[in-house]
């Protein structure tokens, strides 16, 4: 019989999930500083304390329901608040009611998406989000912010952020699948094939960081649509 952790040890994910928080709401506060490019990277970080906080809970035994609704409240201030105002700073001012309208949309909708997944958890396929996951939502305008900084010949393609937030917004709430690494099943990999792949990856990101990162995120980012068109053109082939 497997024995039940000390009460202290359930701190210890729920501690991942507050640095979440913290790190998101750092990247707020340099956002107001005009130091956006920091701020952009202060999501990346907490995009890493939301993957541990998870992982560590499975790993103690000691995943709780308190700990599933810090998350995802955790998951409102460093992946919607965060960057809908980095996006606002960046970008939105300068367009007026349009740039605000854009940047609460993200967040009306990205709670939308993580309401959602909360209730709908227990029923979805295992392998597959419902709806872009609101992380990944908030890399994508994190990574814009990045590469148009350290590119500064593209500025004048920063008005494109805006109809990028929009369409990210559309996605979190839509019922195109998307992946769940946490859910895949690695047993199931050709060793040798994920190996190789991950190793390209990582000298991929070590020679080129922010663009690998962005092919990356563009890549999840198109799978969903991309996997739902050739579903919906297959049926209509089928039907035909």
């Known amino acids: 019989m497997r024995q039940a952790p000390p009460p202290i040890a359930y701190l210890l994910p729920n501690l991942f999930t507050a640095a979440s928080i913290f790190t998101g709401f750092y990247a707020i506060a340099l956002g107001l500083e005009g130091s956006f490019v920091s701020a952009a990277w202060f999501i990346f970080l907490a995009l890493i304390f939301d993957g541990l906080d998870g992982r560590v809970a499975r790993m103690t035994n000691t995943a709780s329901h308190f700990g599933v609704e810090f998350d995802s409240l955790a998951d409102i201030v460093a992946f919607g608040v965060a960057p809908a105002l980095l996006l606002y700073l960046y970008v939105g001012e300068t367009y007026g009611r349009t740039g605000i309208v854009v940047s609460a949309l993200f967040i009306i909708f990205g709670a939308v998406r993580l309401a959602r997944f909360n209730v709908t958890t227990s029923r979805i396929e295992p392998s597959v989000f419902i709806g872009l996951p609101i992380p990944t939502a908030a890399i994508m305008i994190s990574i814009a912010v990045i590469l148009l900084e350290q590119y500064p010949a593209f500025v004048g393609l920063k008005v494109f952020t805006l109809p ?11 019922n195109i699948r998307y992946p769940s690494f946490k859910k895949m099943n690695f047993k199931t990999f050709h060793f040798m094939r994920f190996l190789v792949g991950l190793i390209v990856v990582a000298l991929g990101v070590f020679i080129y960081p922010i ?30």
């Open 164 to 174: 990028l937030a929009v369409v990210l917004s559309i996605l979190m709430v839509s």
């Open 211 to 240: 663009e690998a990162l962005a092919i990356l995120a563009a890549g999840y980012l198109m799978y969903g649509p991309l996997r739902a068109s050739f579903y919906l053109l297959r049926r209509l082939i089928y039907r035909g």
